[in-house]
């Protein structure tokens, strides 16, 4: 199976959801659980005020803390944004970029998501690059073409070496936060897709070691049957991140 080549990641998005001073009550309680898939790599993605406590949290354990956006810009005149270079000064491993709220709330394009890739490979912060498409577009039938699409204007000039640092997020926009999950075949299908879109950009034996995770209403019940695809190395992780249910998927992922 293709999968020796990848570990897992089990990435939580906390979207905005909790306060810092809940921060430690909640590691209190998850860290137990948690605990016994010390085999599996986990992140748990939060807003920006909550890092610091997070990181203070976590320390010592192997679970990582990661953003869920970054600016394009490395400094300057840019009220409210923060850069990647501030994210890297208070110890973040990843950042989650391109997620569908921040294309659709924001207009984020291919094009930006692409400038903040490049922002954070700079600051030696592992990008989370998210794609899916919407209901309209699978009823279409353009989901392949789409999510494609989306891949590779977000990697436009990204470089075989920089490629090695990144992660990729299939999140079918009807299924997060819904309750609706993909199909472990509609899932595979399009992680599949990807993996041979970045095979066609960067090669067979490069696209084997990116590590391709699946989000949208991913749970600890269906975990297991998910990250049992051969072309799924992982959850991005909404919802069910915000409760203990957390650790069940870092145990199906550490089985798997
Ligand atoms: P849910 O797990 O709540 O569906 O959210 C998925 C998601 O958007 C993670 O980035």
């Not at 939580?12 to 590691?27: Q, R, T």
């Not at 993605?45 to 600016?71: E, N, R, T």
């Not at 640092?165 to 299908?189: D, H, L, S």
């Amino acid at each position: 199976m293709e999968k020796k080549y990848r570990n897992a990641l089990i990435a939580g998005n906390w979207k905005m959801n909790k306060l810092a001073s809940e921060v430690p009550g909640f590691w209190a309680e998850l860290e137990p659980k948690a605990a016994l898939a010390a085999g599996v790599q986990s992140a748990l993605c939060v807003p920006f005020p909550l890092i610091p406590a997070m990181k203070a949290a976590l320390a010592g354990s192997q679970v990582k803390v990661g953003a869920q956006d970054v600016s394009a810009h490395d400094k300057g005149a840019y009220t409210g944004e923060v850069s990647a270079a501030m994210l890297a000064d208070l110890g973040v491993d990843y950042c989650i970029i391109g997620h569908s709220e921040r294309r659709a709330y924001h207009a984020e394009s291919d094009e930006l998501v692409n400038a903040k890739l490049k922002a954070l490979l700079g600051a030696g912060i592992t990008p989370i690059m998210c794609c899916g498409e919407s209901l309209e577009q699978r009823d279409a039938g353009v989901t392949l073409t789409f999510v494609e699409s989306q891949i590779k204007g977000g990697l436009k000039d990204i470089t075989p070496e920089q490629m090695k640092k990144v992660v990729i997020a299939y999140e079918p926009i009807w299924a997060i936060g819904t309750g609706r999950t993909a199909t472990a075949e509609q899932a595979q299908e399009v992680c599949g897709h990807i993996r041979k879109v970045l095979a066609g950009l960067y090669g067979e034996e490069l696209a084997k070691g990116v590590q391709v995770l699946y989000g949208g209403s991913m749970n600890g019940k269906n975990a297991a049957e998910l990250l049992a695809q051969p072309d799924i190395d992982g959850g991005l992780i909404g919802g069910a991140s915000l409760k203990m249910e957390f650790a069940d998927i870092i145990g199906a992922a550490n089985e798997g």
